[in-house]
């Protein structure tokens, strides 16, 4: 009795040494290896403290998902593929506070009222100007060339130093001596008369075309039966001379009885088979005649552009036009298809209230440009998004018509711009900046004069 008691103490005293033991931080063990072990040096497995919060787990789970390096076995794989990996996530940069100094919205608060002041001071002086003709004047200096100083005037001018002897002109005013001829003070200068060379014009033909000679109804009729019955006399001598075999006689089913006669009453039918193939044979003839003669696509082609076409060696035709708008399609249509098919030359810029038109060609194409322009055209059409009496007041006119020796435009063209600088660089690749100035200019007056009335 007295050992189980003993037993039972014992064990009473080790089970109060383990309470005692885990109310206390367990020592860390560890092997020769680094794994956790217990008291009796059997590995333990630690539990792992899995992330509560939602950053926590995204982080968890991008470093799940991070790419790694592929290690070296992998890659001396033959299976292995170094194009297949997965994308890399960028981390996005975090935002932060951005301060503003003191006193910007301020600043920013100036400058709006500032720039809305000057704004209003520059609508006062525009209106002010408008009432006393000041920015008209102001558009036209821009316009006008400007003109640079004058040259110094010389001593002895170019033309006189040719024929001055010592380059002065005090040398023509000294007396002459006793003897001495009038002309002894110029180099050049004679008593015989020089005859210019004369030159032809360009604007004449190297060649003076023959006048036909025109004859009346009666001589033409006259003339073409003299041909004929030549033309047939020739024929008749071939025929005799036995060049030519005879002409079988043209039998029709209306003189068939009265060339054939006797055969024509024996098998008649025989002979009307004839005289129709005979016909047939005639017609066609006649057919593959007229095939021949017939032209083909390209020729009536060449045919009708070679009568469009004007001669333009001697001479080109140019014509200036202003409208103040061509923003009817209909109207744009019209100048833009006529300037092609006369196969005209030239621009058309397109820019508000001066809507230039150049047109180049030759005399009969400019007659009927001329007529389109100023007369088939209704610029007075209505147009969506404009008022009325804004379409009544526009119209189309003739800025400068003239000759040229030569073309400034290789085709036809249309040019939209927004500034009349743009207009007048376009125009000036041409050489016609000038055509540009004297419409703008006469755009100017007109709108001043319609201001003042």
Known sequence: NRSSDLLG??????DTENLVDQSKPQPLLLDAEGRTIDSSGKAVQLSQRMPTLKANIRAKRQEQFKIQKPSE???ENPFYDPRVSAPHTSNRAKRSF??????????LGQKMRAKAQLEKLQSEISSV?????????????LVAPQQGEADPIPDVEWWDSLVLLNNNYASSSIPLKEGQDAFSRYRGISSLIEHPIPFQPPSEPRRVAPIPILLTKKERKKLRAQKRRDTEKETQEKIQLGLVPPPQPKVKISNLMRVLGN?????????EAHVRAQMAERQKKHEEANAA????KDQKKAKKLKKLTEDTTLGVHVAVYRARDISNLSNKFKVDMNAQQYHLTGCLILFKDVNLVIVEGGPKAMKKFKKLMLERIKWTAHVKGKSAEEMNENRCDLVWQGTNRDRNFIDWKMKQVGAEVFAREHLKKYGVEHYWDLALSQSIVEEEEENVT
């Open 263 to 271: 055969d024509a009453i024996q098998d008649p039918t025989k002979v």
């Open 9 to 14: 103490a014992a064990k009473l005293i080790k």
């Open 73 to 75: 076995d992998m890659m």
């Open 293 to 296: 003669r017939k032209l083909t």
């Open 98 to 107: 951005a301060f503003n100094e003191k006193g910007k919205y301020e600043q």
């Open 129 to 141: 100007s408008k009432k006393s003709a000041i920015s008209s004047a102001t558009r036209l200096a």
